[in-house]
């Protein structure tokens, strides 16, 4: 495996496991510290993930778990007011609450991440755990939040962490 690729594997790899840490800190009451413990040194379950995860970016996900840990306040209010008029974020499933922090963390946190692609690595971590309209509303809500935090990124197609195009993702940055 090539270096970018590695590092594109390790880098999914970590947002998943952010996203499992921040499910894991809200259940249980978990400290950051301690749920990334414990998710960097946990085996995936394939039955859920659909495959065995790679080794992850230790500093990344470190910089997404407490990154969502010291401005949840923010990120939670910015996720409000991207949901539709009825909705709130409390109203949400844990999973889902989850990964929309860590995405708008990593929108707000990785400014040499093109917006389309975090927005498509959440939707795909979303489609992992829902069949339903999750992947959707992640979209929605990633896509709303990147035009305001990012202002002409979010419509970018630029490079990919892997090196690829950011338009093959098919309509990831786009609201659906």
Do not use: H
């Amino acid at each position: 495996m090539s270096k970018s690729r590695s590092g594109y594997a390790k880098r999914r790899a970590s947002r998943l496991a952010a996203v499992q840490a921040l499910y894991q800190m809200e259940l249980s009451g978990a400290r950051a510290d301690d749920a990334i413990a414990d998710q960097a040194l946990r085996e995936p379950d394939p039955e859920t993930e659909g495959k065995v995860r790679a080794k992850i970016d230790q500093v990344f996900f470190g910089e997404l778990v407490r990154g969502v840990r010291d401005r949840r306040d923010d990120i939670d209010r910015m996720i409000d007011g991207a949901l539709m008029e009825d909705w709130a974020i409390a109203r949400l499933d844990a999973v889902l609450r989850a990964t929309l922090r860590a995405g708008v963390c990593e929108l707000l946190t990785k400014p040499e991440i093109d917006a389309p692609v975090i927005i498509n690595e959440y939707v795909e971590i979303a489609k992992s755990f829902f069949d339903g309209s999750e992947p959707k509303i992640t979209n929605g809500v990633l896509d709303r939040l990147a035009k305001i935090l990012r202002g002409g990124d979010a419509e970018k197609s630029g490079e990919t962490e892997n090196g690829g195009d950011a338009g093959n993702g098919g309509d990831a940055g786009q609201t659906g």
